[in-house]
């Protein structure tokens, strides 16, 4: 999808989209700038898709964001930071 070329690293985004249900997730595109990234949300999530944006820690070198290792290890920082959910029993009245 979308690249930001520019040189500068600060506020870097990227997209990605993630199944809930299956705990899997695709990144389709990265160094991309806030209105970038906002931008790509907005329309990917208009087709019906779960898409998000998660902050670089640095630009990243490769081309592909689908091949990125720095991609998958920002993703991956994220999920970690994330709390635990709570479930909760609910109780079924018919």
């Known amino acids: ?6 040189n500068t690293s600060v506020n870097l985004k990227l ?10 997730y695709c990144i389709c595109s990265h160094n991309l700038s806030p209105e ?12 019906g898709l779960p898409a ?17 290792e720095a991609c998958r290890a920002d993703v991956q920082q994220c999920v ?5 959910l709570e479930t909760r029993k609910r109780e079924f009245r018919p």
Do not use: G, Y
Request: glycine share 0%; hydrophobic share 35%; with cysteine.
């Open 15 to 24: 997209v990605m989209l993630f199944d809930w249900r299956k705990q899997i």
């Open 80 to 84: 970690n930071s994330l709390p635990a």
């Open 1 to 6: 999808m979308r690249q930001t070329n520019e």
């Open 52 to 68: 998000f944006t998660v902050a670089h820690r640095s630009r990243h070198l490769q081309d592909d964001a689908e091949e990125c």
């Open 36 to 47: 970038d990234a906002s931008v790509e949300v907005t329309e990917l999530r208009r087709d």
